[in-house]
């Protein structure tokens, strides 16, 4: 069956430091991957995008990987600050389909 | 632009009672999903429209959910009879294009006595 995992336990990390959240898929051929951040109360804002050809995509503090052989996507946020305390999701387009399947999401919490 | 909205945002009512929830995407953008989201289900696919058609309507859970798209610009997601097991926040998000961002609304958060 498809499968969309992401660490359901909370990531706590102190401020300045990289926070690394993981996102594994199977049974899936992803055209490409986003990731949203998800605030209490809130809609999911959606951050980055990575296509299945792009190894690696970054936008100020964030970074996002794509490995299609591990299936698996990495997403970093470097030099953390307490206000990136959200829930972030993962979500893929499998090839041949127009609707995102979401992840569970992980939470990061960063202590000041 | 205001976004994608979203209305009731709260909706508590009894078992067996109609449920209606409205959604306004972004002007321009052809494509409409309606979302729901549980803690323990996580954000699950409804059913999603393209220029108004619905194109898949899998991720509907049963009869008792409908949904609607008259024109581009409004959407409802209609559940009779609601049950306690409907409580969740439904979402409504729009796209333009086949692929990129979706745009989501605040959401309108249903509880089902």
């Known amino acids: 069956s498809q499968k969309i995992e992401q660490n359901s336990e909370a990531l706590n990390i102190q401020e300045g430091k990289t926070a690394t959240l993981t996102c594994n898929y199977t049974n899936y051929s992803p055209a490409y991957l986003q990731w949203y951040r998800q605030d209490p109360g809130r809609g999911p804002v959606f951050l980055l995008l990575?296509?299945?050809?792009?190894k690696e995509k970054r936008k100020e503090r964030l970074k996002v990987t794509f490995d299609t052989t591990l299936k698996q996507s990495l997403f970093h946020i470097t030099a953390s600050q307490p206000a990136d305390s959200a829930t972030y999701l993962c979500a893929l387009r499998d090839t041949g389909r127009r609707a995102l399947t979401f992840g569970s999401g992980t939470r990061l919490q960063v202590q000041p | 632009d205001a976004g994608v909205i979203q209305s009731p945002r709260h909706e508590v009512t009894e078992m067996g009672q109609e449920v209606t929830l409205r959604c306004k995407p972004i002007?321009?953008?052809?494509?409409l999903f309606w979302y729901r989201q549980t803690m323990m289900r996580g954000l699950e696919l409804l059913i999603y429209f393209n220029n108004n058609v619905p194109i898949d309507d899998s991720g509907m859970p049963e009869d008792r959910f409908s949904a609607k798209m008259p024109n581009a610009s409004f959407s409802t997601l209609k559940i009779q009879p609601s049950e306690p097991r409907d409580s969740a926040v439904y979402f409504c998000a729009s796209r333009a294009g086949a692929t990129g961002e979706l745009f989501f609304g605040e959401g309108s958060r249903l509880t089902v006595l």
């Open positions: 002007s321009g953008h052809d494509y």
């Open positions: 990575i296509r299945e050809n792009e």
